[in-house]
């Protein structure tokens, strides 16, 4: 019944017992916070401060302190907001997708991929929210009766599904969060001394007591929320490519970008979860249960995504020149060639050449390269938005009004804000929150531990 | 599990998954009726070890999507056609049905919002899940690495005590109905 072929590698190292998962997931929440968290959190928390008062002044003073421009009106906030946005889809890939194919080494990554979906939505939303510029009229593009004779929102716009689509991913990606989280927090309501500390946890567990029925509920429920989550999550940048591809600027106007843009969402969102995964485990000592293993499924799941992305820029390059439209060939060579070419390349060589080498197993095993490359990938396709939107409106049909866009201070601070703010809540979840879904972690000890493993290879018994 | 007669209860404590699901298969074979199992975790099989049924909430999940399909419907009918209807695009509006392309991105969102929240929220209500609400597990250990079954008493409690020691119970108590 716990019998794993001995082919697949161990998932959780060393003997462990269930206690031992339930101690060393409670750790970092009952200890006190280490150094390196204090002085991370205080950095994050700077930049977080900074993003606030640049935000501030933008709203305080107007959308003319961005470095916009007549021709290039849209740039960082949309870079920025697509970004964060496909970062996100990689939380909802681990938890919903791999759920669905039954891929056990989810387990110990799924909890803090989703903390990362949630967080990096926010960020995302925060950017078309600030650029409405009276962001206190935010509720207009809600569907409400208002004073203007029923003038209704407009459903035939592409912002307007974004605004459907980027709502219900945040908020159904926050539930089956919590609904995964409860189990956990009651394991740590139980084990609580601090009266403080066991009062919290009761009131975030909602009385959770493990009972059979509600188990067969929990599983249910979370398998019911893994569908609908899978398709929501390819929807969503789907929806978010639509904001281009609906339109007729050359370079925007495709029937590529959905799929292009869901695999590079998924691209960028694996390698944060790398790079938060990697700080993670150090500095809370989880190495047992996010080992090499679950680093180089997620280097495949990087390179995979990353050659799609790769073909997705070249097929885009050949049906600009098969098409025989002029602008349509000239946005790309432009791209390619223009004053932008620094950009494009830099995505062209963060993006397509550097996943590449991942083919390598010493490479793609290889702690310090994972970590060089997820930080890499993420520079790449923070470009390949930038090349997207600023080169492809730069320069429009009439070149007296071409233009180029520099960012001022205040776009790059609220930029650097929404990293720091990121970080400020994803150091205090770690904190706080049962980083690993220990619950779930534990139906897999029998079959995938690496004692349990040995037991089973040593005794022949199935 | 509601109780139409009260008898006492008898609480066993195990400490592994599969002597707690053995145990619950020979005590029913032997005709004892097992009211709850608490674990830390879902022991794969233990839903139809205990004779439950199975759960109703995905087929209520599959109508709260209709119910979305149908709000979202309305919704674009009546700001898109009835109310308001406005030339954008060139894109028909005189039906709703000639209009609809342009929606699907809304109607297949809030089916799927609809769908997961009330989903959600059913599946709080029947588990009684509030924030604040009192432990149910009898056993702060149930959600370590302990496990706690309860086993209706009926006939002498001696021979019951004896079955689930023999079947690996650590700890076992009476609570009075």
């Not at chain 1, 650029?131 to 035939?156: E, K, T, Y």
């Not at chain 2, 195990?14 to 608490?38: C, H, M, P, Q, T």
Request: aromatic share 16%; glycine share 6%; charged share 15%.
């Amino acid at each position: 019944m716990h019998y794993e072929s001995p082919i697949r590698n161990p998932l959780i190292l060393g003997d462990k017992s269930y206690s031992d998962i339930t101690n060393d997931i409670a750790r970092p929440v009952e200890s006190k916070a280490p150094r390196l968290w204090w002085i991370a959190f205080s950095i994050a928390f700077i930049m977080f401060l900074w993003g606030v008062g640049c935000i501030l002044y933008t709203i305080g003073t107007g959308i003319g302190v961005w470095g916009l421009n007549k021709t290039v009106d849209w740039a960082w906030d949309i870079t920025n907001f697509v970004w964060w946005v496909g970062i996100g889809h990689a939380g909802t890939l681990i938890s919903a997708v791999l759920l669905l194919f039954r891929q056990k080494w989810r387990m110990a990554i799924n909890r803090s991929a989703e903390a990362m979906t949630i967080f990096s939505v926010i960020q995302a939303g925060l950017f078309p929210l600030i650029h409405m510029g009276r962001i206190w009229m935010a509720f207009w593009v809600m569907p409400i009766p208002n004073q203007f004779g029923s003038l209704w929102v407009n459903f035939n716009s592409p912002l307007l599904w974004d605004v459907f689509a980027i709502s219900t991913y945040l908020t159904v990606s926050a539930v089956f969060w919590y609904v995964g989280l409860i189990p956990d927090f009651a394991m740590i309501r139980d084990r609580a001394i601090n009266p403080v500390q066991k009062h919290i946890y009761k009131i975030l567990s909602f009385g959770w007591g493990g009972k059979a029925k509600h188990w067969q509920r929990f599983e249910e429920v979370s398998l019911v929320l893994a569908g609908l989550a899978t398709p929501l999550v390819l929807s969503v940048h789907t929806i978010v490519s639509f904001d281009f591809a609906t339109s007729v600027i050359p370079g925007w106007h495709t029937t590529i970008f959905p799929p292009y843009f869901v695999a590079g969402a998924i691209f960028s969102g694996f390698a944060m979860v790398q790079t938060l995964l990697l700080i993670v485990r150090k500095i809370f000592k989880m190495e047992d249960y996010i080992n090499i293993e679950h680093i180089e499924m997620m280097n495949i799941v990087i390179m995979l995504t990353g050659s799609i992305v790769g073909v997705a820029y070249i097929t885009e390059l050949f049906v600009a020149w098969y098409s025989g439209v002029e602008y349509e060939q000239y946005a790309f060579l432009n791209r390619a060639t223009g004053p932008y070419w620094w950009a494009y390349w830099s995505m062209m060589t963060c993006n397509v050449f550097s996943p590449q080498l991942m083919w390598s197993k010493k490479l793609r095993t290889n702690l310090v390269f994972t970590f060089v490359i997820s930080i890499v990938v993420n520079i790449g396709m923070w470009f390949e938005r930038f090349v997207i939107i600023v080169t492809s409106i730069h320069r429009d049909y009439l070149p007296s009004s071409w233009s180029m866009f520099s960012p001022t201070f205040v776009d790059i601070g609220i930029f650097i804000g929404t990293i720091g703010f990121f970080f400020v809540l994803f150091l205090l979840y770690a904190r706080s929150f049962p980083v690993i879904a220990q619950a779930e972690l534990k139906t897999i000890l029998k079959s995938s531990g690496e004692n349990f493993k040995k037991h089973h290879g040593d005794h022949g018994t199935h | 599990m509601g109780h139409t007669k009260h008898n006492p209860i008898i609480r066993a404590i195990f400490n592994d998954d599969d002597i707690v699901l053995d145990a619950v298969k020979d005590l029913r074979a032997n005709g004892y009726n097992v009211s709850e199992v608490y674990s830390p975790f879902p022991i794969h099989g233990l839903d139809e070890a205990l004779g439950l049924k199975r759960t109703r909430l995905s087929t209520a999940a599959f109508f709260y999507g209709l119910v979305g399909l149908f709000f979202s419907s309305w919704l674009t009918y009546y700001t898109m056609i009835m109310d308001w209807p406005q030339n954008i695009g060139g894109k028909p509006n005189a039906m709703w049905f000639l209009n609809m392309p342009s929606f699907v991105p809304v109607m297949f969102e809030l089916t799927v919002f609809f769908a997961a929240h009330l989903m959600c929220w059913s599946y709080f209500a029947v588990n009684g899940l509030y924030p604040g609400a009192k432990a149910q597990n009898p056993d702060p250990r149930t959600t370590d690495d302990h496990f706690l079954m309860e086993v209706e008493l009926e006939g002498e409690e001696t021979d019951l005590t004896a079955k689930l020691q023999e079947l690996g119970a650590l700890e076992i108590s009476k609570i009075e109905a």
